[in-house]
């Protein structure tokens, strides 16, 4: 009997299941990606589903197992646990429970029931018996729907990573109703991290491999206070550039493992090498907290904070983080106010050439972008962008402004065609973002979306921002003086302790990480430290923007030390 007729005669595939007929059901629309043997082994040797432990009497959910990395090395530890004390005669009572497989692609089933049958046969067990075990550990189902009375000791996998846009409204609709933390532009993986978590039973474990980006973006907030309430978060391994798939990726992996019931400190691993030696003696040190490893092992506590991003790096950094956090007021409390440029939705039709644009002189301003402040200075290029708003944020009358009115009816098939326009017919050419005319004049800090160093730029009020630049002004505090401070090492401390990393270190300077900076208030900085930071952000001298920010701070030596600094 070949494995497509055992796979045929498995009582699992159910035509009139409960969930939509709307499914993912390929490879690409499931956001399959395989896991490497080594990278399997390792996360199951983390939750503890160890060989030499009774793992019949214990039950393991693979909730997306694909061609079956994870499942076919489970059942393999399962099988070599039980068969060291059990008979091949008692196997199908005794192992029948013990695991859940859901998967709800059949080609990529079919393919794990092939490798498990051969595995079984390896084992000695007969076609009847392979046929009933697989009958009992396997099911076609979509996980986030499936009707599952179990609890399990241990959930392992690689979840699914699919974007909200690739999956049908119908079915998208019904995930929304079921899962809390399906919030923003969550990805499919995050409502299966949620319904993992809740499937564990008291004590239990869940291992996953998956993109890190939930633990410190903006949709991933809601899952993270799931785990503050009911979890602990054991360990953390970043993955980011390591060959832990069988394949080239460009997600940002890490493996993260979670137990139900509130617990202590994390352990956190950096970027091992991926391979069977290496992680498994990673391995022993993680879970046991004593020896040595090829990367270094730290334990971290107060790495969940409610909702808040997850703190992972560095434990001088986190603590530099906590005492600064506990000394000063956010950067918004202290007079200053970040945001972020314009964004059209249409750049094609509402940025031009400034000169060019054929408009009413006051329905356009000279733009600021990205290419503009490379040499760490503003060098126009000479963009303006057209402004659709009055200065109380409506809408012109057209009927007023027949340059602007031609202009945009020249271009009406373009701006018409935008998401924003066809939701609002009447207001059509709005901009995406408002505008604010006042925002030119003012004098502002501008500062690019990705970048390795903070590259923050004065602007004297000249220039509106367009997206991708985020801005602060200030009512309170020197702008000279601020551009020293967010020049130094305290920004990318803030920045890269809350913000998800880029290849290559880069990362994100959004409105959301750079409004957790903290700041003295101006009154309390002192005379000649003011004109100091204002001196060295002239002259664009970042170390020395680095030592005044330190003396600002009152960092101690191995605090500057451990943000880049000499010491001194």
Not at 326 to 334: G, I, N, Q, R, Y
Not at 468 to 473: D, E, G, S
Not at 539 to 546: A, I, L, S, V
Not at 553 to 561: F, K, M, S, T
């Amino acid at each position: 009997m070949d494995e497509h007729s055992v796979f045929e005669q498995l009582a699992l595939w159910n035509p009139h299941g409960t969930h939509p007929k709307e499914t993912l059901s390929s490879g690409r629309e499931r956001g399959a990606v395989y896991t490497r043997l080594e990278t399997v082994d390792f996360i199951l040797n983390l939750v503890g589903y160890l060989p030499d432990r009774p793992l019949h009497r214990y039950t393991l959910l693979e909730p997306s197992f694909g061609s079956g990395d994870f499942l076919v090395r489970a059942v393999e530890r399962l099988v070599t646990s039980y068969l060291g004390a059990g008979s091949l005669d008692t196997a199908f009572d005794d192992l029948r429970n013990a695991i859940v497989g859901i998967e709800i692609d059949p080609a990529a089933a079919a393919e794990t029931v092939g490798r498990l049958t051969e595995l079984l046969s390896r084992f000695g067990f007969n076609v009847e018996q392979t046929s009933s075990l697989l009958g009992a550990w396997l099911r076609n189902d979509d996980f986030l729907l499936a009707d599952i009375r179990t609890r399990f000791d241990f959930v392992v996998g690689n979840p699914p990573y699919v974007r909200q846009e690739l999956i049908p409204d119908r079915l998208m609709a019904e995930y929304r109703s079921r899962y809390e933390t399906i919030y923003d532009r969550a990805d499919l993986y995050i409502p299966f991290i949620e319904r993992s978590l809740s499937l564990l039973k008291k004590d239990g474990v869940l291992g996953f491999i998956c993109a890190d980006r939930w633990m410190k973006n903006k949709y991933g907030g809601p899952l993270r206070a799931l785990v503050a309430r009911e979890y602990h978060l054991k360990y953390y391994i970043d993955m980011v550039d390591t060959q832990a798939f069988r394949a080239d990726v460009t997600a940002y992996p890490a493996i993260f493992v979670i137990s139900r019931g509130r617990g202590g400190k994390t352990r956190i691993a950096h970027r091992p090498q991926v391979e069977a030696s290496v992680l498994d003696q990673l391995a022993s040190v993680l879970t046991a907290g004593e020896g040595t490893a090829s990367v270094p092992v730290v334990e971290v506590g107060n790495v969940i904070n409610g909702s808040e991003p997850w703190i992972l790096d560095s434990l001088d950094q986190l603590n530099i983080v906590r005492k600064l956090e506990a000394s000063f007021p956010l950067l918004e409390d202290v007079g200053c106010k970040v945001g972020i440029g314009v964004a059209t939705g249409a750049d094609k039709a509402y940025v031009g050439n400034f000169d060019e644009l054929e408009v009413e002189p006051d329905r356009k301003l000279p733009l600021v972008t990205t290419k503009d402040i490379v040499s760490g200075s503003v060098k126009w290029r000479g963009l303006g962008v057209v402004n659709p708003f009055n200065v109380d944020g409506t809408l012109v009358d057209l009927g007023r402004y027949p340059k602007l009115k031609r202009y945009f009816e020249e271009r009406r098939d373009v701006i018409a065609g935008r998401n924003c326009a066809r939701r609002n017919p009447h207001a059509w050419y709005r901009t995406i973002d408002r505008i604010y005319p006042s925002l030119a004049k003012e004098k502002k800090l501008l500062i690019p979306d990705i970048k390795g160093e903070a590259n923050v730029v004065y602007e004297d009020g000249q220039y509106y921002p367009h997206h991708n630049l985020y801005y602060i002004t200030s009512s309170e505090w020197d702008l000279r003086a601020l551009q020293a401070v967010l020049r130094s090492g305290i920004a990318r401390l803030f920045v890269g302790v809350y913000s998800t990393q880029m290849r290559g270190g880069y990362l994100r300077y959004q409105a959301q990480y750079l409004r957790r900076i903290r700041l003295p208030r101006w009154k309390e900085v002192p005379e000649e430290l003011r004109d100091k930071l204002k001196d060295a952000a002239r002259r664009g001298d970042t170390e020395e923007c680095n030592h005044l920010s330190f003396d600002l701070y009152g960092l101690n030596v191995n605090e500057r030390a451990a943000l880049g600094g000499n010491g001194n």
